[in-house]
């Protein structure tokens, strides 16, 4: 039984300086359904962060809705967790691996015993049940970036929001991420908004594909993505179904670039 | 080729263990002051002169000034003024900065007349502070203040103002309290920054401390210096320089252990980069 979790209605932000106003955003609509996977790709430029700060409740919009759990989004929400791109400068130098997985929980109502089980379980999801008290900078790339992941899977969220959280590690450890992403997404039913500018990692992952037009942005298409749930970074990849849909997302990117897309007139 | 041989001999070198590293470190840090003594003994020993003793002279007159009822009567006296001085700065900098640097009006409010402050030589301050507040152990602990406070609270506010932007984007995605947010992300990320005015600060509290004991006082190391410089007490006058100096060695090592503790993930880092 499908049931929205997530719902962005004439979304629209407009930057304003001294030098006179950019339309980051245009008008962007969609659902994500509570469970869902959806990946978010654009052309560079179009704004992909903007709308992330905008649904984490990190940035006001200038106009329209945004409700996560039927409430509409103000301030940064309980039920939601977001892995930046910059692991370096989003965990805490100063805190152990432990500590920065910790820290988020210390203002929910729990035990410490609960706590500390929440922690165990994450690092243990992420596989770095080994590394609690090493520290963010004594690891590498992925590592920290998994760090990163466990602390926002520790958090419970409804929704975790992942801004191009790979765009910054090397193709191997990249794969290794993806499958884990996908491996939290299947096994703990976590509803995942994956925002990145890599095709082939938005189709390898998604159940959606929502691809977003050149700045202002409008939702050029939400594309459902009809690979079998079970995925495998060699034989989906050479699927001759994949092929065609990253060929398709491709191409509407392509379009995207260039403007040729048509923004439909409600 | 030659510096090929050194790489090679230094690399032969580490292996046989610690202690020989820190061996040749003590070596290292004590030798130049060993050299220095040396010479001085002989050129005083050669050509003595009135007002340059020579370091066993001077070295008996410390033992018999400051061993003994001048350690109450004036060690002590003006190391608690130092401490107090020292615990209130950094206190009142942090506490002051770390407003200061959050609040962005208060900060473009304060910071050029903090500016000014800064720039007024507080040894100027003593006579003023001495006539409104009278010559007791405040007002010097207040002049300790008035120049050892500034270091850190320029510093605190520039480290307070500068933490990294994902880092509070973080700390606000995941709801952190107001105090969680100052005690796991904005003081520790401005640790550095205030370390580096409480080290300055710590040279600036010890002269300040000296000079506001210079002004009508009957007890303090600073005091106790322009005495014996009155009265031709040269040899003593010397070993209070000396009491001084190792006074600020000791301030530098008990800082660099803090130090050490406070910022390990900080020295952590650069190790990792510069590897």
Redesign the interface.
């Known amino acids: 039984m499908p049931e929205t979790l997530l719902k962005v209605e004439n979304l629209k932000k407009v930057y304003e300086s001294s030098t006179g106003s950019v339309e980051a955003i245009g008008d962007i609509s969609f659902e994500m359904q509570r469970g869902e996977l959806v990946c978010i790709v654009g052309p560079s430029g179009c704004g992909k962060t903007t709308l992330l700060k905008c649904i984490a409740g990190l940035l006001a919009p200038t106009s329209g809705v945004i409700e996560l759990d039927g409430k509409p989004v103000t301030h940064p929400p309980e039920n939601m967790a977001l892995v930046f791109q910059e692991y370096g400068r989003s965990l805490y130098p100063w805190l152990t691996v432990r500590g920065n997985v910790e820290l988020p929980l210390k203002h929910k109502k729990l035990s410490k015993s609960e706590r500390a089980q929440l922690v165990d379980d994450a690092l243990l999801a992420v596989g770095l049940d080994h590394a609690g008290n090493s520290y963010p900078w004594q690891l590498s790339g992925g590592m920290q970036q998994r760090v990163a992941i466990a602390r926002a899977v520790a958090y419970q969220p409804e929704v975790l929001i992942m801004d191009e959280p790979f765009a910054a590690v090397d193709a191997q450890t990249r794969a290794d991420l993806e499958d884990l992403v996908r491996q939290l997404h299947r096994d703990r039913g976590m509803s995942l908004l994956f925002v990145t500018h890599d095709i082939d990692e938005s189709v390898y992952l998604g159940e959606r594909v929502i691809v977003l037009s050149k700045s202002p942005t409008w939702v050029q298409e939400d594309l459902p993505i009809d690979l079998a749930p079970e995925r495998d970074q060699i034989t989906t990849r050479a699927l001759p179904r994949f092929t065609e849909l990253r060929t398709h997302v491709y191409e509407q990117i392509q379009r995207a670039k260039r403007g040729e897309a048509v923004r439909p007139t409600v | 080729m030659s510096s090929m041989m050194t790489r090679s001999i230094s690399v032969l070198r580490k292996p046989p263990g610690r202690s020989r590293s820190i061996l040749s470190s003590i070596w290292f840090a004590l030798g130049l002051p060993f050299l220095l003594l040396v010479v001085w003994g002989i050129w005083a020993t050669i050509s003595p002169q009135k007002f340059f003793p020579g370091p066993i002279a001077i070295i008996q007159a410390f033992i018999e000034t400051w061993v003994g009822p001048a350690f109450f009567a004036d060690v002590l006296p003006s190391l608690a003024r130092l401490g107090v001085g020292i615990v209130v700065s950094i206190a009142v900098g942090i506490v002051a900065g770390t407003v200061i640097g959050l609040v962005r009006w208060l900060r473009e409010l304060l910071e050029p007349t903090l500016e000014f402050f800064r720039a007024v030589p507080p040894p100027v301050l003593v006579p003023i502070l001495m006539l409104i507040f009278g010559p007791g152990d405040a007002t010097r602990v207040l002049v300790i203040l008035a120049g050892a406070v500034w270091p850190v609270l320029l510093n605190t506010i520039e480290g307070v103002r500068s933490t990294?932007s994902?880092?509070t984007?973080?700390a606000?995605?995941?709801?952190?309290?107001p105090v969680?947010r100052l005690r796991?992300?904005v003081l520790?990320?401005a640790?550095p920054r205030i370390m580096a005015g409480v080290r300055q600060s710590l040279s600036v509290a010890l002269i300040l401390m000296v000079i506001s004991e210079m002004f009508n006082n009957s007890s303090g190391l600073g005091y106790r210096i322009t005495y014996f410089q009155t009265n031709y007490l040269i040899a003593e006058m010397w070993s209070g320089i000396l009491l001084l100096g190792l006074m600020g060695v000791l301030l530098a090592v008990i800082f660099g252990f803090v130090e050490r503790r406070v910022l390990r993930?900080?020295h952590?880092?650069k190790e990792?980069e510069r590897a």
């Open positions: 990294d994902i880092m984007e973080t606000r995605s995941y709801a952190l309290t969680q796991y992300l520790p990320s640790s993930w900080y952590g880092i990792v």
